[in-house]
């Protein structure tokens, strides 16, 4: 009597664990351009600027090597720490648009129709070029007549030049900051608030617990992981803040620019209008450094507020 025990089927030849070589070929083809891209455009030029803040790199000519002294001198630059200043009360501005980003989202939340309307309103500052925005914005915050000035004369307020008073433009560029940002942190918060289970409001309404009640004892806390995380993109956002600076304040004597600048527009006026490379490769890797600790500060701190399911 023949055997009818099923064989085990047979490992084809030239296989490694499941996959012939040549689909291994294949797959290494697939990939090569985004690894290619990533290196040429990401990875290289972040080693580049590392060698470059150890070197003296003028516009014409070979780099020389300098060690740290472009580091000495930045920390006794009176200029990088004014713009540092700058840049640090720029982002804890931006982040006071987070509890008025979970407000805006709560009560989205609550509307029965128009929902999708109202966060496709929010997000349009998100898809506009920064330029627009920034154009825009000086015209509103323009000292002789613009939208703002209008509007609080009309209460008998008198004007300011927010973006010609260094005194006002931090600020200024804050309420913008805060504005953008709005969308993509609505989105985001929106999507936690969905995920929070009906039945913990409906048990919460029952046992007495009024609308102010629930949003700090059951919305809070189970959103506190997006709100963790809308918090970091705000943080590293707002200390490369960028473009407002330059769209906003550039202008024929505009006082304002010396006392205003953040650290990225300080990168940018070392290392290309200046043409001081190696200064400017070293206020970009301390800006890293920068964003790398508040991040891990911010990891620290989330183990004693988010709660996780």
Request: hydrophobic share 55%; aromatic share 14%.
């Amino acid at each position: 009597m023949t055997s009818s025990a099923t064989k085990l089927p047979r490992r084809p030849s030239g296989r490694r664990g499941g996959v012939s070589a040549p689909n291994g070929w294949w797959a290494l083809a697939f990939i090569a351009p985004a690894t290619i891209g990533l290196l040429l455009l990401y990875v290289w030029p972040f080693l580049r600027t590392v060698i470059d803040s150890f070197q003296d790199v003028p516009a014409f000519g070979p780099a020389t090597w300098v060690g740290t002294d472009n580091y000495t001198a930045l920390l006794h630059d009176p200029d990088f720490w004014k713009a540092f200043g700058n840049s640090a009360l720029y982002t804890a501005i931006v982040l006071l648009g987070v509890p008025v980003a979970i407000a805006l989202a709560a009560l989205i939340e609550q509307v029965g129709r128009g929902r999708a309307l109202y966060r496709v309103l929010f997000f349009l500052p998100v898809v506009t070029l920064p330029v627009a925005i920034g154009m825009v914005w000086r015209f509103i915050y323009n000292g002789d007549f613009g939208l703002l000035n209008t509007v609080l004369s009309w209460f008998g307020v008198d004007g300011q030049f927010w973006v010609a008073d260094p005194r006002f433009t931090i600020y200024a560029f804050g309420v913008v900051g805060i504005w953008m940002g709005l969308g993509i942190n609505l989105i985001i918060l929106g999507a936690g608030l969905q995920a929070i289970p009906k039945a913990l409001y409906e048990a919460s309404a029952l046992d007495g617990a009024g609308r102010v009640r629930q949003f700090f004892r059951i919305t809070v806390p189970l959103l506190s992981p997006s709100i963790f995380f809308v918090t970091v993109l705000t943080v590293i956002g707002a200390l490369q803040m960028f473009d407002l600076n330059f769209i906003m304040l550039r202008g024929v004597n505009n006082t304002a620019l010396a006392d205003s600048k953040t650290i990225v527009y300080l990168f940018y006026e070392k290392a290309f209008v200046q043409f001081h490379q190696g200064y400017g490769a070293a206020i970009a890797v301390v800006l890293l450094l920068v964003i790398m600790i508040a991040t891990a500060l911010q990891f620290r701190l989330q183990r004693s507020w988010v709660f996780y399911d």
